[in-house]
């Protein structure tokens, strides 16, 4: 389906590891397009985190990679620091709608 | 270095209509394509148009499309959203970002312009 379903929060403590998922359908993921990831921190605009097949632009550090199978794609991170907290969106290219999808949303909150 | 800036943005009644602009610098702004994203008031983000790097083509979500316009002014470095009709479901921030493609990532992105519709 044309959507792009995250869950709404997710938690971890510092130095632990948390993965956020994003699921998709037949027409973005598993049509073969790439899932980028953006990071929002609070009160600014997104910044993109990694792109593609684990592509991280310069400055963001490796402790943050990316999974995809199927019509479904993971965002990990470990080593997790207070400076991660963040709200954090997959996208995607749908060929029905001829146009972006964006999840939900995450909202990831560091204990 | 890459800069997107967005203007326009403010208060408008429905129904109204309300031009938003994008000034880019920093890259040659013909070789990409550009968008615009909006975030309702604490809620995600929308993708609302895209529009190729010499224009060609322009796709919108289903949610602004028939009343919004994106356009683009290549000699000038600009990028445009000619809204129309609109409601108050069009609230939100409004952002400029740049796209490598179809399927491509959005790599840089502007700080965003307010749009709040109300009467």
């Known amino acids: 389906q044309s959507v792009l379903t995250q869950p709404p929060s997710v938690s971890g403590a510092p130095g632990q590891r948390v993965t956020i998922s994003c699921t998709g359908g037949?027409?973005?993921?598993?049509?073969?397009?790439?899932v980028h990831w953006y990071q929002q921190l609070p009160g600014t605009a997104p910044k993109l985190l990694i792109y593609a097949n684990n592509n991280r632009p310069s400055g963001v550090p490796d402790r943050f990679s990316v999974s995809k199978s199927g019509t479904s794609a993971s965002l990990a991170i470990t080593g997790l620091q207070a400076e991660d907290e963040a709200d954090y969106y997959c996208q995607s290219f749908d060929t029905s709608l001829t146009g972006w999808l964006f999840g939900g949303g995450t909202k990831l909150t560091v204990l | 270095q890459v800069h997107l800036v967005e203007s326009g943005g403010g208060v408008v009644q429905p129904g109204k209509s309300l031009r938003l602009s994008c000034a880019a610098s920093?890259?040659?702004?013909?070789?990409?394509?550009m968008d615009w994203v909006r975030q309702a008031p604490g809620k995600g983000l929308e993708w609302v148009a895209s529009?190729?790097?010499?224009?060609?083509?322009?796709y919108y979500g289903d949610s602004v499309r028939g009343r919004f316009t994106i356009s683009r002014d290549n000699s000038k470095n600009m990028v445009y959203l000619q809204m129309n009709g609109l409601r108050g479901e069009d609230t939100g921030v409004y952002y400029c970002?740049?796209?490598?493609?179809?399927?491509?990532?959005?790599?840089?992105w502007g700080h965003g312009t307010l749009v709040t519709v109300s009467s």
């Open positions: 920093g890259f040659s702004f013909s070789a990409y394509g």
């Open positions: 970002a740049r796209d490598r493609g179809t399927g491509a990532q959005f790599d840089y």
């Open positions: 037949s027409s973005n993921i598993g049509a073969g397009y790439d």
């Open positions: 529009i190729w790097y010499d224009g060609s083509n322009k």
